[in-house]
């Protein structure tokens, strides 16, 4: 099968267009035909070995957490699933492949209303936003919710997914094209960071009393400032450092104190034993159709290394995508 593989730990050495042989499932896994494979941030920060994720994979390896597609065999053991279904998931020793093994247990089934695209940009977006919203944050109807860096697809997911649970919803933007994109996701205001200060801003918007909720992605920018834009007891949900960014971030220890600031980390290798319970609690909202999942490029698989160039540069809406 045609694949893409990273050779080298260094975002100067090009991924490689590789065939190799084709997969097959083990117990409890299925085989899919990728129809889209997804391409995360996480990916990049693995192969630059800025990750905690790139001590768990020996280059030459496959990147890629997420693809949609046509299931074409089952392993042993698998009930619920059947070969020619349409499904999206969380994918096994790389997502950027023709071919792709699944967990049968936390692959889902991909509504009619969706394409492959759209498939392929659900798993890490709105499973993290899931996780950082309802499981950590315990976010409840009232509470005002920022997301850092809204425009991306795990922002426009906790966007749409705050809403639905009646927060109020902040993002940050880096131009007036992302704030008009995060409005039409739901947000209820936007603060152009490279413009404002947004930690005075969330200030105003919330009368001086502060968001209860930070969706934190750019971890290494922002997480002092997130310390001035919480109320007391306020939670951040540090998601990721931001793309491209170190590992390191510095804070004042007494703000931190002095807000009894809930700090929650994140990772979504964590999440895979609750993977099952998320999968049946997002089935119903999936199904719905309203979901918004917004496709800026889908490049075709061998233009990987320019799909990576793309996330980077920051210059993109919702998601970025690649086709076998």
């Known amino acids: 099968m045609k694949t ?85 998931g969380r994918v096994l020793e790389g997502g950027y492949a023709e071919l792709v093994r699944m967990p049968a247990n936390t692959t889902a089934l991909l509504p009619d209303a969706y394409s492959y695209e759209q498939g392929a940009g659900i798993t890490v977006p709105f499973y993290t936003a899931w996780n950082a919203l309802v499981i950590k944050a315990e976010a409840g109807a009232g509470e005002t919710v920022l997301v850092q860096g809204g425009a991306g697809g795990v922002g426009s997911a906790s966007i749409q997914l705050a809403k639905r649970m009646g927060c109020q919803v902040i993002a940050t933007v880096s131009s007036k094209e992302k704030a008009d994109f995060c409005e039409s996701m739901g947000a209820d205001a936007t603060i152009n960071y490279r413009e404002e200060d947004f930690a005075e801003r969330c200030m105003e918007i919330t009368g001086g009393r502060g968001v209860d909720i930070i969706v934190e992605l750019a971890a290494c920018d922002n997480f002092d400032k997130d310390l001035d834009a919480i109320r007391v007891d306020g939670r951040i949900i540090v998601i990721g450092t931001g793309t491209g960014k170190g590992p390191q971030a510095e804070f004042r220890v007494p703000s931190v104190m002095t807000k009894d600031a809930h700090v929650l980390g994140l990772a979504v290798v964590n999440l895979i034993p609750k993977m099952p319970e998320v999968v049946r609690r997002f089935t119903p909202v999936l199904e719905e159709g309203s979901l918004k999942i917004h496709i800026d490029q889908a490049l075709p698989l061998e233009s990987a290394n320019k799909a990576h160039e793309v996330v980077l540069s920051g210059k993109f809406l919702g998601k970025v995508v690649l086709t076998p």
Do not use: W
């Not at 409890?28 to 790139?54: C, F, Q, T, W």
């Open 4 to 88: 893409v593989r990273v050779h080298k730990f260094d975002l100067s050495v090009p991924m490689q267009e590789e065939e190799i042989e084709n997969p097959a499932p083990g117990p409890g896994e299925i085989l899919v035909r990728s129809g889209a494979m997804g391409v995360n941030p996480v990916d990049i920060a693995i192969r630059a070995a800025k990750h905690p994720y790139a001590k768990l994979v020996t280059p030459p390896y496959i990147p890629g957490a997420e693809a949609a597609g046509e299931v074409v065999s089952l392993g042993e053991g698998v009930d619920g699933l059947s070969v020619g279904q349409r499904v999206f």
